[in-house]
């Protein structure tokens, strides 16, 4: 089984920045593709960014692209998510989630088969 606790939640300001953390643990961590979701009051539980075990691969959603970065250290078994230029609706509960399956499939099909607690990011003025 896979443990994933999220980690960097909290207020911040338009325009600011803040670097969410998920340390994974569990069998064959390593084998494993991370993501990172955030669930919106309102709507749906919506994909962020997707990140390949071994090729590197990586997935943006188009709301985020350009600034959110993803990254992860299979060494140090954690994921990160640095967030820039935050907006309102960014806000949300962030979640990272691992999957035994490709970039594609987790962050297109919202496959997973793991996931966090959850760290809330509140962007407000």
């Known amino acids: 089984q896979l443990t994933l606790v999220e980690s960097g939640g909290g207020l911040v300001q338009p325009g600011g920045s803040l670097k969410l953390s998920c340390v994974v643990s569990?069998?064959?961590?390593?084998?494993?593709?991370l993501g990172w979701f955030r669930q919106v009051p309102g709507k749906g539980r919506e994909r962020v960014s997707c990140?390949?075990?071994?090729?590197?691969?990586?997935f943006y959603d188009d709301s985020v692209r350009g600034r959110f970065t993803i990254s992860r250290d299979n060494e140090k078994k954690t994921v990160w998510l640095q967030m820039n230029s935050l907006k309102p609706e960014d806000t949300g509960v962030y979640y990272c989630?691992?999957?035994?399956?490709?970039?594609?499939?987790?962050?297109?099909?919202?496959?997973?088969?793991?996931w966090g607690q959850g760290t809330l990011v509140t962007v407000s003025s």
């Open positions: 990140m390949g075990n071994s090729d590197n691969s990586k």
């Open positions: 989630a691992a999957y035994l399956g490709t970039v594609q499939e987790m962050c297109r099909m919202y496959a997973s088969d793991a």
């Open positions: 569990g069998i064959s961590v390593d084998s494993y593709t």
